[in-house]
């Protein structure tokens, strides 16, 4: 019997400070599974990180703080490739090449790149222009053709797929693959403690605002203690929730880090107060996420450790990348370098 290869899947997150448990709900656990169900090639995104300016020592520490936040959540270099992407020459070399197939018209559709940099556009970075083409070449190095997004980066997959498809029809080839969304479900959208129209954020000025997936017991107590709600108690049905953010938000909560549906998380605590609901929530969120801060704080007492793990994986995404990138190189009619 011929076994099926696996689809290969790629995904990537920037080092941009400790992940929020809106991050762990709405990406990185997913990731988790996909390990044993796809050949899962993770990748840490520094070269995207610096579109924006950084301070060196803090990309620095917030990669390895990434690094071993995502080890800590069960990504294992036994079952997938997690690697940073400056150490794979291929990501920047393919992001230039794409550089030069697509257009500007396309670019200059992206509503992303528009909200990113605001009203001064003439002052952002030519990098944060061509992201999306980085982007584009992430996953096209690899040959990945499965990639979970949010609906922020549904635009930029379906100008990677027209990218690979300019490129195929230029050079008279079929090469790059076509590229599609991984399905996964329903990912949890975890909302601001304080505003439950924001979606939880690491660039909020409150710190009140998220739970950072490093905060210790008393600090998880503290900011859900504090988490905004209203009078009224927790209703028996979903419609009961209708212009109630922030009851919905520590529903929603609830039946995420407990693996359940809201409905169910209604049902059982219907007619209850927010005070009382609120120490249960805390309980659910500390028995699920200490191991996890507990696991970050060993990991991250040995960055040598890290560093090699990491360099591991730099060393397996190469040499998945390379012999496309020497392909792709002989398509273009770029000589060899020997």
Sequence with gaps: MVMKPMTRVFSGIQPSGVPTLGNYLGAIRNWVPMQDAHESIFCIVDLHAITVWQDPKELSRQTREMAAALIACGLDSKRCTLFVQS????HAELGWIFNCVARIGWLNRMTQFKDKAGKDREAASAGLYVYPNLMAADILAY????????????QHLELANDIAQKFNHDYGVEFFPNIEPLIQGVAARVMSLRDGTKKMSKSDPSDQS???????????ALKIRRAKTDAEPIPEHMAGLEGRPEARNLVGIMAAITDTLPENVLREHSGQGFGAFKGTLTEALVAHLSPIAAEMRRLLTDP???DAALHLGAERANAVAEPIMKQAREIIGLLPAR
């Design 210 to 220: 998220r739970i950072n997936l490093t905060d210790d017991a008393d600090a998880i």
């Design 143 to 154: 040959h990945a053709t499965k990639v979970p997004v949010g609906d922020d980066q549904k």
């Design 87 to 90: 150490h794979v020459p291929a």
């Design 304 to 306: 040598g450790a890290l």
